[in-house]
Nanobody, 125 residues
Framework: QVQLVESGGGLVTAGDSLRLSCTIS????????MAWFRQAPGKEREFVAG????????YYADSVKGRFTMSRDTAKNVVYLQMNGLEPEDTAVYYC??????????????????WGQGTQVTVSS
């Protein structure tokens, strides 16, 4: 099992920055992909950014390219999401996720088996 705990959310003003963290515990994620998803009220959970834990390869949703950066610290077992130029449309609960089994790059949403409890990000205009 893998446990994921997000932190770093909060209330900010449009144009501000935030850095989310996801602390990983339990079994190794060396063969996993990690990702951030978000879910706004009344909307489906959507992919934001992902990273291969071993490779370091990253990929992003078009809506956040150039503004958000995902990274991982393999020594600390933490993944980060640096969010710059935040917009009101970025308001959502942000979830950290990890794949549990085999997958093809980039993983599909249903290939993420482990999820954190989420952290709220609210961007005011």
């Amino acid at each position: 099992q893998v446990q994921l705990v997000e932190s770093g959310g909060g209330l900010v003003t449009a144009g501000d920055s935030l850095r989310l963290s996801c602390t990983i515990s339990g079994r190794t994620v060396s063969g996993s992909a990690m990702a951030w998803f978000r879910q706004a009220p009344g909307k489906e959970r959507e992919f934001v950014a992902g990273v291969g834990w071993s490779s370091g390869y990253t990929y992003y949703a078009d809506s956040v390219k150039g503004r958000f950066t995902m990274s991982r610290d393999t020594a600390k077992n933490v993944v980060y999401l640096q969010m710059n130029g935040l917009e009101p449309e970025d308001t959502a609960v942000y979830y950290c996720a990890a794949t549990g089994g085999s997958y093809e790059w980039p993983p599909k949403k249903n290939e993420y088996d482990y999820w954190g409890q989420g952290t709220q990000v609210t961007v005011s205009s």
